[in-house]
């Protein structure tokens, strides 16, 4: 599987160290490089993005500012010559921090923490029912995308709820968002995603699933209409 990448730096020679590494890995695919936070911000909104090596110490807006303007940002590995913003970075949740000059086995190795992170893998479309592979308690756990009532995020992880129980992986919600079909899934809550199948009611002030009630947030209200839209697709799938 090949990951989209992009790079953020206003340093052009930095940019050119970092092209030449990614292009050595078969992983990697670069959609875009760029000197600055607002001309990431664009790449961002107009390409699908898995990962960014992102420069810290930027003109206007510091590299970890723009992260905390993304409502769903990508994995990130900040790539700077300053020890400084480390405990900042990480408190993003970045997946590596490399000083300047960065060797090719550094970033390597970030490289491989980045792919053991993504923990999830899709099974192409032309082979059967829907399903995801999760990294659960060390092993791969295949999930049906029919069997999913609702994921929950808790802390650094995501918990998968079915019928009869639960998977629980080590994951942004953000993430598993991506990785599942707009048309059968929907984000009403900062915590919570729901398959719309599985709606049993819903106000605009919360949905049911079965007994379960779960909140709408302030900043999803939206997905109402979503919902209503979505309604011949539930009669679809509960229809024999």
Known sequence: ????????????????????????????????????????????NNEKVDLIFLDINMPKLLGTQLLKTLQYPPKVIFTTAHKDYAIEAFELDAIDYLLKPISFERFLKAVNKFCHTTTVEVAPANQGPGFLYFRAERKM??????????????????????????????????????????????????????????VTAYTKYDVEIGKIELPIGRSFSSVIQKLTDNTSIIANLDSP
């Open 1 to 44: 599987m090949k990951y989209n990448c992009i790079i953020v730096d206003d340093e052009p020679h930095a940019i050119k160290i970092l092209e030449s590494y990614i292009r050595s890995l078969d992983q990697l695919k670069i959609v875009g490089t760029c000197s600055n936070a607002f001309r990431a911000i664009n790449i961002l």
């Open 141 to 198: 756990v295949k999930v049906f995308l029919e069997d999913i009532f609702y994921i929950e995020s808790y802390k650094d992880y995501i918990i998968i709820h079915k019928e009869t129980d639960v998977v629980k992986v080590k994951l942004s919600i953000s993430a598993v968002e991506k990785m599942l079909p707009q048309n059968l899934f929907l984000r009403i809550h900062r915590s919570f995603l729901v398959a719309i199948h599985r």
